[in-house]
C-alpha cells in the first residue's frame, strides 16, 4: 500500500520531469538555420548549464534557480541569458563566467551571455527540484509570490528540518542577500529562508 | 497623454533622451550615496542582525546603481565604473537626504524609512513606464525593495514607541531628516517631458504619494512633521551639503590613485 507521504512524493516527481521537459522544449530556441545538428547539441547544452551551480547555494544549478531565461542556438553561436536573483548579487560574475567555462567544456566555444532583466527573476522561478533542493541544503525554500508591491512580512515559514509551522521572523535580512533567519519553536533553532520576491 | 512605449533605450528621440539621462543620473547617484552611507555602519551597528541588514540594503543599493549606470552607458554615457568614481560633486544630481552623515542609529533608519518609503512609490510608478527597459527594471528592484521598507518601517515603530530616550531622538531626526526627504522630489525642468511621454511621474504627483505613504507610519510612531519643513533643494543641480565631497573622496580614494586598479 502507498502512503499519503509516498503519493505526494510521486506527485512531486512527475512535476520535476515536467518542469524539466520545458526548459528543454521552450527556454531553448533553436534558430531557423539549425537543423539536425542544433537538435543533438541541446543536451548537452542543457547539462553543461545544470552543472553550474549558484556559488552562494552550491547545491542549487542554474537551471534550479530559474536563472536560465533564454538560451538562442544559431550555427555554431550561443546565446545565454541569464536573469540575476538580486541586481546587486556579487555572484553574476562568477556564473558569467562558469557558464562560459560549462559550455567551453562540451565543445561550444562562440558563446554569449547576457545579463538580463526581462523576465525579472522571481523566487517563483526556482524549480520544484530546486526547492526539494533548497529544503535539504537546511534553507526554507520560498512560498507562493506575496506580490512585490505587498508588505507581507514572511512570518510562519515552515522549518526546514521540522516542517513546523510555529517559527517567526528573527532577521529580515541574511548571510546573503536572497535569505532571511528565522527561529523554529518546536525544534528550537534558527533557520534560513529563501525569501519570495 | 503619449502612450507610446519605447521598447529600448535607442528608441527614444533626442529631446527626450536628454531627459532619460538626466532622471538615470538622479536615480543612480541617490542610490549609490545612500548605499555608501549603509555600508558605514558595516561593523558598527548596535546588533548583528541590524549590521547585516544595513550592510545587505547598502549591497542592494550599489546594485541598483550599477543598473541605472549600465543603462547611462548605453545612452552614450562613461561606463558605470568612471560614472561612480570619476565624477566631481557638482556632477552628481543626488537629493541632500542621502548626503548626509550617517548620524547616530535614530538618524540613520529614519532616513532610510523615509528613503525606502520614496523609492517604493517611484518604482511603483516606472512598473507602468512606456520606457520597456525602465519598466522591467523597476519590476525586479521592486520586489528587493519591499524588504527595505519592511524593515525600516518596523524600527521606525520600535523607536518611536520605545523609551523617551528613543522617541526623542527619533523625533530630532525626523526634524532634520523631513525637510531633505522632501528634497527628494525637487522639480526639474525635465518633469513635464517624462510626465508626457508617460516615462516618469512629475516629482509633485510622487510626493503627494509618498507623504500619505509616510504619514501613518510616522502617526503610529508618535512622530510630528513640523508644519514649517520647508523641502531643500538644489542636490538635483548639483548643490550639495559639504558632506557630499567628503563622501566622495572616501569612494573614489583608490580610483583617484589609480583609475587602472582592480581590487
Ligand atoms: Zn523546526
Redesign the pocket.
Known amino acids: 500500500m502507498v502512503s499519503e507521504t509516498q503519493k505526494r512524493r510521486n506527485r512531486t516527481a512527475t512535476r520535476i520531469v515536467d518542469c524539466r521537459l520545458s526548459i528543454v522544449d521552450c527556454r531553448l530556441d533553436a534558430g531557423a538555420a539549425g537543423g539536425s545538428s542544433v537538435a543533438n547539441r541541446k543536451s548537452p547544452i542543457l547539462r553543461a548549464l545544470e552543472s553550474v551551480t549558484d556559488p552562494e547555494i552550491p547545491v542549487l544549478s542554474i537551471v534550479d534557480m530559474g536563472m536560465v531565461a533564454h538560451v538562442r542556438i544559431e550555427r555554431e553561436k550561443i546565446a545565454v541569458d541569464i536573469t540575476p536573483t538580486f541586481v546587486g548579487c556579487p555572484a553574476v560574475g562568477l556564473i558569467r563566467e562558469s557558464v562560459a567555462a560549462a559550455l567551453a567544456a562540451v565543445g561550444e566555444t562562440d558563446v554569449t551571455v547576457n545579463i538580463v532583466f526581462d523576465p525579472p527573476w522571481t523566487s517563483d522561478r526556482i524549480t520544484p527540484a530546486g526547492r526539494e533542493k533548497l529544503r535539504e541544503f537546511g534553507v526554507a525554500p520560498p512560498g507562493p509570490r506575496c506580490g512585490a508591491g505587498q508588505l507581507t512580512e514572511p512570518t510562519h515559514v515552515p ?6 509551522l510555529v ?1 517567526e521572523l528573527e532577521s529580515l535580512f541574511g548571510p546573503t542577500l536572497c535569505r532571511s533567519i528565522h527561529y ?6 534558527s ?1 534560513e529562508h529563501f525569501k519570495p520576491v | 497623454m503619449d502612450t507610446k512605449a519605447f521598447q529600448s533605450l535607442d528608441c527614444l528621440p533626442g529631446t527626450l533622451r536628454e531627459a532619460v539621462i538626466n532622471l538615470l543620473y538622479r536615480l543612480a547617484d541617490d542610490e549609490l550615496v545612500i548605499g555608501h552611507r549603509n555600508s558605514e555602519w558595516t561593523g558598527h551597528a548596535p546588533i548583528l542582525e541590524a549590521d547585516i541588514a544595513f550592510s545587505s540594503m547598502a549591497q542592494d543599493e550599489m546594485g541598483h546603481a550599477q543598473a541605472y549606470y549600465q543603462m547611462l552607458h548605453q545612452l552614450g554615457e562613461a561606463d558605470p565604473d568612471t560614472l561612480a568614481f570619476g565624477r566631481k560633486p557638482r556632477e552628481f544630481r543626488c537629493a541632500a537626504l542621502v548626503c548626509l552623515p550617517k548620524g547616530d542609529w535614530a538618524f540613520s533608519v529614519l532616513r532610510q524609512f523615509l528613503y525606502d518609503a520614496a523609492e517604493t512609490v517611484r518604482l511603483t510608478a516606472f512598473v507602468e513606464s512606456t520606457l520597456v527597459p525602465l519598466a522591467q527594471l523597476a519590476t525586479k528592484l521592486r520586489g528587493e525593495e519591499k524588504y527595505h521598507l519592511m524593515h525600516g518601517r518596523s524600527w521606525v515603530l520600535k523607536l518611536g514607541v520605545g523609551t523617551e530616550e528613543s522617541r526623542g531622538r527619533m523625533q530630532a531626526a525626523l526634524d532634520v531628516a523631513y525637510s531633505c526627504a522632501l528634497g527628494l522630489f525637487e522639480p526639474t525642468e525635465f518633469d513635464e517631458p517624462l510626465a508626457q511621454a508617460g516615462i516618469a511621474p512629475r516629482e509633485s504627483e510622487l510626493r503627494r504619494q509618498w507623504e500619505s505613504a509616510v504619514a501613518p507610519v510616522l502617526a503610529d510612531a508618535g512622530l510630528h512633521v513640523s508644519e514649517a519643513a520647508k523641502p531643500v533643494y538644489g542636490g538635483r543641480v548639483g548643490r550639495h551639503p559639504e558632506a557630499l565631497k567628503q563622501l566622495l573622496d572616501q569612494l573614489q580614494l583608490v580610483y583617484n590613485i589609480d583609475p587602472t586598479a582592480k581590487w
Do not use: E, I
Open positions: 522549518c526546514p528540518f521540522c516542517g513546523s517559527t523554529c519553536h518546536r525544534c528550537l533553532q533557520f
